[in-house]
């Protein structure tokens, strides 16, 4: 059975010292940084996308909302019932929850999330009731894999939000980097059961859903699987119980669009999302202390990518679309000019494989930041 999430503790503010945003004197966390050769290079680069990123934007409460450029409609008072409505699975942690903050701050989305710990959940949402409208942010128990959850998600998200526009399949898991013959049985089915059934589960509740909406004859509601990049699956080294996983959801994002078409669902648009390397538990799992210094450059924190991601998310049209964070080119540059971080450590990780720790956030035993 499905169980609504309730209140506790607040989360931390923004860590950057962005004056046009946060107000002068707040205190930078970044210039804690043990590493003095990459500290003041990567605080140069965290100003200046905060400088070109993070322009004030006022909502109707007068509320200053933290980074990320948005369109002026999302900044204009208006009612409960011209917001949008999302929804994202594993939100209740990591890459999820960022998404979610972020949906929240272009005061124009109403979000519910899903996980399947209660607690976690329940922590989730009440931090961010803390900065938002209690009623623009809802969550629901819910195990993926479970059908019987995924349909009580979907009563539960079209009670909360009347129109669902964007359905984001978040929720992942990874099994440890062991060879496939010395994973546990029951490891392979719980990865698959998330990652793939999961995904089938939830889009199929939110086709079922979307279908009864207003039509339209091109794409107004959208769904999201993350799957992999055209070259995430070449280069990536996870466990190939992820990999094939992973490579799966593409192909069902692929064939799921071509069916819709031709079932005649002009509504409904499904798309690719490939966030890249993002500092959470499925990339943390098991990494080698080599593997933590290229995160150095190549990896970034999920608020980071959230950042990036919203926006395009919103922009999205059409259908089979593709949402890449970390393009071979990109790769390619940030390894070029990062190296020294690669050898030396600094920015995530020392030259141990420590994590670079900053004051006042906490961390868990892997190194991924607590939300």
């Known amino acids: 059975m499905a169980t609504v999430a309730g209140a506790v503790p ?21 210039s804690y940084r043990r590493s003095w050769s990459w500290r003041d290079r990567d605080h140069q680069w965290q100003q200046n996308w905060c400088r070109y990123n993070c322009t004030p934007i006022l909502t109707a409460k007068v509320r200053v909302r ?10 204009t008072a208006q009612s409960r019932d011209d917001k949008r409505g999302i929804v994202i699975t594993g939100g209740s942690k990591g890459l999820g929850y960022s998404l979610a903050r972020e949906f929240l701050a272009t005061n124009n989305s109403k979000v519910v999330i899903c996980g399947r710990n209660a607690d976690r959940l329940q922590a989730a949402v009440a931090s961010l009731q803390t900065e938002f409208d209690d009623s623009c942010i809802q969550g629901v128990r819910c195990d993926v894999s479970n ?10 998200a079209a009670e909360k939000l009347g129109t669902i526009h964007f359905w984001i399949n978040n929720a992942g898991e990874v099994t440890g980097k062991k060879l496939l013959a ?8 719980r990865v698959s059961g998330t990652n793939v059934v999961g995904s089938l589960l939830c889009c199929r509740e939110a086709i079922r859903l979307m279908r009864q909406q207003e039509s339209s004859s091109e794409p107004i509601y959208h769904i999201f699987n993350m799957g992999f990049s055209r070259w995430g699956a070449s280069f990536t080294k996870s466990a190939c119980t992820h990999k094939s996983t992973k490579v799966a959801l593409t192909q069902l994002t692929r064939s ?10 002009s509504s409904i648009g499904v798309h690719n999302l490939s966030p890249g390397m993002v500092l959470t538990d499925l990339l943390l799992k098991d990494s080698t202390p080599v593997a933590r210094r290229f995160f ?7 608020e980071t990518v959230a950042k990036d991601l919203v926006p395009r998310i919103l922009a999205t049209r059409g259908t089979g679309q593709s949402i890449e964070c970390l393009s071979p080119a990109s790769a390619f540059f940030k390894v070029a000019t990062g190296f020294p971080q690669i050898i030396q450590g600094g920015r995530f990780f020392d ?21």
Not at 147 to 156: Q, T
Not at 182 to 189: F, N, Q
Not at 296 to 302: D, M, S
């Open 10 to 30: 607040p989360i931390s503010s923004c860590p950057v010292s962005c004056p046009a945003r946060h107000g002068a004197g707040v205190v930078d966390n970044f």
């Open 66 to 75: 933290r980074c990320g450029a948005y369109t002026r409609s999302s900044v």
């Open 147 to 156: 059908a019987s959850d995924v349909a009580a998600l979907a009563s539960f």
């Open 182 to 189: 010395d994973v546990d049985a029951e490891e392979i089915v």
């Open 256 to 265: 799921l669009s071509e069916e819709l078409q031709a079932a005649g669902l």
């Open 296 to 302: 150095n450059t190549l990896a970034e924190e999920p």
């Open 351 to 371: 030259k141990d494989g420590n994590r670079v720790k900053i004051r006042g956030e906490s961390y868990q035993e892997n190194g991924v930041k607590l939300m």
